[in-house]
T-cell receptor, first 120, second 115 residues
Framework: AQKITQTQPGMFVQEKEAVTLDCTYD???????LFWYKQPSSGEMIFLIY??????QNATEGRYSLNFQKARKSANLVISASQLGDSAMYFC?????????????????FGKGTHLIIQP | DGGITQSPKYLFRKEGQNVTLSCEQN?????MYWYRQDPGQGLRLIYY???????QKGDIAEGYSVSREKKESFPLTVTSAQKNPTAFYLC??????????????FGPGTRLTVL
C-alpha cells in the first residue's frame, strides 16, 4: 500500500487564484511529520512547509498553508494568490519517527507528485 | 554560501561500469541521504547516514554502495549490479535526530544515463 497518495497528476490554475494540492498518508505510528516540497524544472527540491503529527495548529509559511486533518490522514497544501513562478512539481512526503532509530534523521517517503501549471 | 553540491550535473556511463556520484555539504549537518527519481515519479530512498562512519539501507539499496568517512561528504557508487541505473539522483542533508521538522536540504542533482 502506498504511504503517500497524491491523486492529482496535473492541475491548471489561473494566476492569482488559490490552489489546493491533495495529499493523503498512511501510517500506524503516532509520531510522524509531513512535508511539502516544490521541484521546478531545474530539478532541485525546495522545502515549503512542515506539519508535525502533534501540532495543534495548521502550519503556515507565507503564501503556503497546510490543511491538516489528522482523522482523515490528509495534509493538503494550499497556495494562496498563485503566481506564474509557482508552476512546478509539488511533492508531499512523510517521515515516521521510529522509536528505535530516534527518528529525526530517517529518510522521507514521497508521493508521486502533482504537476501544477499556473496560467496567466 | 552554505549548501549542498553534487557533481557532475550530467553523467554518462557504459553498461557494466561502476560510477561514483559526489555529494558535499558545508551546512555542518549530521545526516545525509541519497534518493533516486525516475520520470513522473516521486523520490525513493537509496541510503542514508545519520553520523560519520555509519549508514543504513533505504528502500532501494540493491546495486548501490555508499561511504561516510567525513561529515561533509557522502558519495554514492552505482555498481554494475544495478539493473536500471538511468535516473536522476538527489543528495540531501539535515541537522539529524531530535525534535522539530529536521527538513532535508537538497542538492541540484545528477542525471545519470547508461548508454
Amino acid at each position: 500500500a502506498q504511504k503517500i497518495t497524491q491523486t492529482q497528476p496535473g492541475m491548471f490554475v489561473q494566476e492569482k487564484e488559490a490552489v489546493t494540492l491533495d495529499c493523503t498518508y498512511d501510517t500506524s505510528d503516532p509520531s510522524y511529520g509531513l512535508f511539502w516540497y516544490k521541484q521546478p524544472s531545474s530539478g532541485e527540491m525546495i522545502f515549503l512547509i512542515y506539519q508535525g503529527s502533534y501540532d495543534q495548529q495548521n502550519a503556515t509559511e507565507g503564501r503556503y498553508s497546510l490543511n491538516f486533518q489528522k482523522a482523515r490522514k490528509s495534509a493538503n497544501l494550499v497556495i494562496s494568490a498563485s503566481q506564474l513562478g509557482d508552476s512546478a512539481m509539488y511533492f508531499c512526503a512523510m517521515r515516521e519517527y521510529n522509536m528505535y532509530s530516534g527518528g529525526g534523521a530517517d529518510g522521507l517517503t514521497f508521493g508521486k507528485g502533482t504537476h501544477l501549471i499556473i496560467q496567466p | 554560501d552554505g549548501g549542498i553540491t553534487q557533481s557532475p550535473k550530467y553523467l554518462f556511463r557504459k553498461e557494466g561500469q561502476n560510477v561514483t556520484l559526489s555529494c558535499e555539504q558545508n551546512l555542518n549537518h549530521d545526516a545525509m541521504y541519497w534518493y533516486r527519481q525516475d520520470p513522473g515519479q516521486g523520490l525513493r530512498l537509496i541510503y542514508y547516514s545519520q553520523i560519520v562512519n555509519d549508514f543504513q539501507k533505504g528502500d532501494i539499496a540493491e546495486g548501490y554502495s555508499v561511504s561516510r568517512e567525513k561529515k561533509e561528504s557522502f558519495p554514492l557508487t552505482v555498481t554494475s549490479a544495478q539493473k536500471n541505473p538511468t535516473a536522476f539522483y538527489l543528495c540531501a542533508s539535515s541537522i539529524g535526530s531530535g525534535g522539530g521538522s529536521n527538513e532535508q536540504f537538497f542538492g541540484p542533482g545528477t542525471r545519470l544515463t547508461v548508454l
